[in-house]
């Protein structure tokens, strides 16, 4: 599927988002309000304008309502989060993603400020650490805020109790759903006859609140309890 997608913030982070969705066949357009920032010969194939992603006159012109998606990108909290807001409520763009750069604003950027997906970078560069050294517990990738879901990853010790099991007799628990393995450099979308292998990289996208029942099923129904004593007794879902 082709969508359109919108990108305000044509610095670093929004080029390199636009020069990846162009590559996979996307139409872009790029929103910048600084003039020496438009430089369409960085990303040649979308489309840029020189507008303020903040003012409901100059996205009106940018036709937002045509988009697929809307992407926040700016190094600015405050403008992604007027971004996101005006796109989901004035123009009702289907998905809004929004980037959080300060930690400390992260609980702003929810469904209320018509943010769908957030990605702090800070909480995805600890995420990507611990998925690099954890075997044996889950790691929170990203939050999908609507859906009160999140994209977690498992990575299987040689003591998981589904190991050398095909993904069919795994007991999913409802509002999970195993998307991907990671295995070396493979990346496998599962099917009921793959068998699982310790070391492999598990990717879920699973409720909140089914978090500990998916770790119980992969991991071991002590797991649970053991995560919570490393943890400490602030770790809860």
């Known amino acids: 599927m082709i969508m359109r997608i919108a990108i305000a913030g044509a610095g670093n982070v929004g080029r390199s988002i636009a020069t990846e969705l162009v590559d996979n066949g996307h139409q872009v357009m790029l929103i910048e309000?600084?003039?020496?920032?438009?430089?369409?010969?960085?990303?040649?194939?979308?489309?840029?304008?020189?507008?303020?992603a903040c003012e409901l006159s100059s996205?009106?012109?940018?036709?937002?309502?045509s988009c697929d998606v809307v992407v926040a990108a700016t190094g600015d909290d405050k403008v992604?989060?007027?971004?996101?807001?005006?796109?989901?409520?004035?123009f009702a763009?289907?998905?809004?993603v929004a980037r959080i750069n300060r930690a400390e604003n992260e609980w702003l950027f929810n469904e209320q400020w018509g943010v769908d997906v957030s990605v702090s970078k800070p909480r995805l560069?600890?995420?990507?650490?611990?998925?690099?050294?954890s075997v044996g517990d889950?790691?929170?990738?990203?939050?999908?805020?609507?859906?009160?879901?999140?994209l977690v990853e498992i990575t299987l010790p040689e003591t998981a109790p589904y190991v050398g099991h095909p993904v069919r007799d795994v007991p999913l628990p409802h509002d999970s759903a195993l998307v991907a393995i990671l295995r070396g450099k493979?990346?496998?979308?599962p099917t009921p006859d793959d068998p699982l292998e310790a070391g492999d990289e598990l990717v879920f996208v699973v409720t909140s609140e089914m978090e500990?029942?998916?770790?119980?099923?992969?991991?071991?129904?002590?797991?649970v309890e053991n995560t919570r004593k490393k943890r400490g007794p602030q770790f809860s879902h």
């Open 33 to 52: 309000r600084v003039p020496r920032m438009v430089r369409p010969e960085r990303v040649p194939a979308a489309e840029w304008i020189l507008a303020d």
């Open 59 to 65: 996205l009106q012109e940018a036709d937002l309502s």
């Open 80 to 90: 992604n989060l007027v971004v996101s807001l005006l796109a989901k409520t004035e």
């Open 93 to 96: 763009v289907p998905r809004v």
């Open 125 to 133: 560069m600890a995420a990507l650490v611990e998925e690099a050294v």
């Open 138 to 150: 889950l790691v929170r990738l990203m939050t999908f805020r609507q859906s009160e879901a999140n």
């Open 186 to 189: 493979r990346v496998l979308v």
């Open 212 to 223: 500990d029942s998916v770790r119980a099923v992969i991991l071991g129904a002590d797991s």
